[in-house]
């Protein structure tokens, strides 16, 4: 069994995101794939499945023919488009006519601060998360919304070296977020555990670039909202020695810092939520490797 202090930092974490690049898969493949981990030993690290909105008629064919347990709901986060007013229509019809899965959460991206207000409107009855360009200030936007009431979502990397933020930008974005209490998730790039360099694809003459470890960041969220230094926040953001960390039944400890188990608890219920992965068995399968599962 893991220390608790894993544990509660791995609970529901991993949105499967399995039709998105780099794995691409079919509609049928991620909806197998989704039932089989829910039955899993590693399961409690599992969080919702993400679908576009546009996919939802799709998904519903391939859910029937899943091998979903017939009393397991599941929760799924739709990819919003341009139009979330439609949007919203199309999610609460979905959900009123399907059986055996739910939409309670919506994706969408917002090309300016001014525009977020509508989105929120638009999505008032869904819990929502908005992502923004990380090119820009972060605090209009985060301050935007904040105020209208939704979430905050961040992009970690793609499939090309030049989708992969600086890490300064990331510990931009967690210091504004803690700073307000805002929700995040994080979405894109972070495969595997700590900070290191590998393929961007699983291709093999795909580029090899530095990637974000999801223990990075979210551990860079919790000790963001404890109150920890943008310094040694982007020194977190950028370990990559498994033995800076001590994961115990009762705090976690990055170097001479520690975190309780009741914060981490909180942060993860009400601040850092979840990463969207299109593989849900790379990141897990890189912990047992670590020894830490």
């Not at 590998?198 to 963001?224: E, H, Q, S």
């Amino acid at each position: 069994m893991p220390p608790d202090s894993l544990r509660v930092l791995l609970s529901g974490l991993v949105d499967y995101a399995g039709l998105f690049p780099p794995a691409s898969l079919s509609m049928t493949d991620v909806a197998t794939n989704y039932a089989a981990y829910r039955q899993s030993p590693d399961a409690g690290a599992l969080g919702r499945l993400i679908v576009p909105v546009a996919r939802l008629g799709e998904f519903s064919g391939a859910m029937s023919s899943s091998g979903r347990r017939e009393h397991d709901t599941w929760r799924i986060s739709a990819l919003a488009s341009d139009d979330a007013t439609q949007d919203a229509k199309d999610i609460a019809e979905w959900n009123a006519s399907t059986n055996g899965a739910v939409v309670d959460t919506v994706e969408v991206r917002a090309t300016s601060p001014d525009a977020i207000a509508g989105i929120a409107r638009a999505l008032r009855e869904y819990t929502a998360y908005v992502e923004f360009p990380l090119v820009h200030d972060p605090l209009p936007y985060v301050d935007a919304i904040a105020r209208a009431g939704v979430r905050a979502k961040i992009r970690t990397g793609g499939v090309t070296p030049d989708a992969f933020p600086h890490s300064v930008q990331i510990v931009r974005f967690l210091r504004a977020c803690a700073d307000r209490n805002l929700p995040f998730k994080a979405t894109a790039g972070l495969h595997h555990p700590l900070r290191s360099r590998y393929r961007l694809t699983y291709a093999p003459d795909a580029p090899i670039g530095d990637m974000f470890g999801f223990l990075n960041v979210f551990l860079a969220a919790a000790f963001a909202s404890k109150g920890l230094p943008e310094t040694q926040l982007l020194s977190l953001v950028e370990e990559r020695d498994p033995s800076a960390l001590e994961f115990r039944s009762d705090a976690i400890r990055w170097r001479d810092e520690v975190i309780d188990l009741q914060r981490l608890a909180d942060i993860r219920t009400s601040f850092a939520i979840a990463f969207g992965s299109c593989s849900f068995r790379e990141p897990i399968d890189d912990l047992h490797q670590l020894g830490l599962l």
